[in-house]
């Protein structure tokens, strides 16, 4: 397994090892041992399925102040995944990352607590598996809107099929008090 810092602090980008063969291929998508020593030592306590049809945009979410770390994979089709670091006072504030993870790339992108995450579907459907580092709190969650323009992210459709949830999102400029601070 390589795990490849990217300029996001505390992302990291994860190859596994794929071994193929005539039958198809094996991998091993996470061992807690081989993540730690690659700079990922964390306790994930809840994994999460979702389904999407192309030009699906889900995000940009994240928890308040139980906030969660991401492990994303898609296990089906194409995804444009989007960390955004929202920690007030970070070296990185307000800046992004977005990644291709496919079914055929075995990518996968770890996401530290304090990011907002969204993710687009490039292909004609996706699946995607991630694991979290706290459980879901629905009222501790906030949606900031997908095009916000401080953000400026190149997202790969112009007009996303969206939920209630996320075309209600705010900008980050109606919410930034809520935000966590960023702490070394």
């Keep these: 397994m390589k795990f490849i810092p990217t300029e996001m602090p505390g992302v990291i980008l994860v190859e596994p090892q794929v071994f193929r ?7 091993e998508t996470y061992q807690q041992r081989k993540f730690a020593e690659g700079g990922i030592d964390v306790r994930f306590v809840q994994d ?6 192309r030009g699906t945009l889900r995000g940009l979410h994240l928890q308040r102040t139980r906030m969660q770390g991401k492990l994303i994979r898609a296990v089906q089709g194409e995804i444009y995944d989007v960390a955004v670091d929202v920690r007030r006072n ?6 992004w990352l977005g990644v291709t993870l496919s079914a055929e790339n075995f990518l996968q992108l770890y996401i530290p607590p304090g990011f907002a995450h969204g993710f687009c579907v490039t292909s004609e ?3 995607i598996e991630y694991k979290c580092t706290d459980y ?13 323009p401080s953000f400026g992210i190149d997202w790969p459709v112009s007009d996303p099929l969206l939920s209630a949830k996320d075309r209600a999102g705010r ?7 809520l935000l966590p601070r960023f702490e070394e």
């Design 171 to 177: 900008t980050l400029d109606d919410i930034e008090q």
């Design 125 to 127: 459907t996706a699946e």
């Design 90 to 95: 970070s070296p990185s504030y307000k800046k």
């Design 48 to 53: 999460n399925h979702s389904r999407s049809s």
């Design 21 to 27: 063969d005539a039958r198809g291929f094996f991998l």
């Design 136 to 148: 879901y709190a629905p009222d501790d969650e906030l949606t900031v809107l997908w095009n916000d």
